[in-house]
């Protein structure tokens, strides 16, 4: 199994954002695999522009949990993320969604992401992923969304 990220963005050049994030991440993991791209409109806070998706796949890294969720608050914050709104808009969220297969809860960080299992535009895209049938196996997913995501772009 892997770690596995997903990428967000709904401010500047979604697509560039992407991107870019990609290769400042593979700059501290080794890429294995990636989604497409998926556009949804925002969920929790709702009056912002709708956001680009993608989830990445990496081989597990040397450093811990703890060490890649600072790892990618620092890029972040280098992509000029601001936590002025919880849930706002953002020119760049990282999150932790799995690692290998584990589960983590506490006050710093909880692995799977809590919220993951609610949200079409993070579900839809790790479907992609040849890990998923590992994961499906250990985790239930839904079926079907109360949100709405849809392919902005094939990689």
Known sequence: MSLILSTGTNLGNRLENLVNAKEELCKHFSLLEESNVYESPAV????????????????????????VL??????????????????????????????KTEIIDNDKLTI?????FNR????????????????????????TFDNTCWLFQKV
């Open 44 to 67: 929790d806070y709702t009056l912002q522009p709708d956001f680009l998706n993608q989830v990445l796949e990496f081989k597990i890294p040397e450093e811990n949990p703890y060490e």
């Open 112 to 116: 799977p992401h809590p919220r993951l």
């Open 120 to 143: 079409s535009f993070i579900v839809l895209p790790l479907k992609e992923l040849s890990g998923f049938t590992n994961l499906s196996e250990k985790f239930e997913f839904p079926k």
């Open 70 to 99: 600072y790892i990618i608050n620092s890029i972040e914050n280098d992509f000029g993320r601001s936590r002025v709104i919880d849930k706002g808009p953002r020119t760049l969220d990282i999150d932790i969604l799995f690692w």
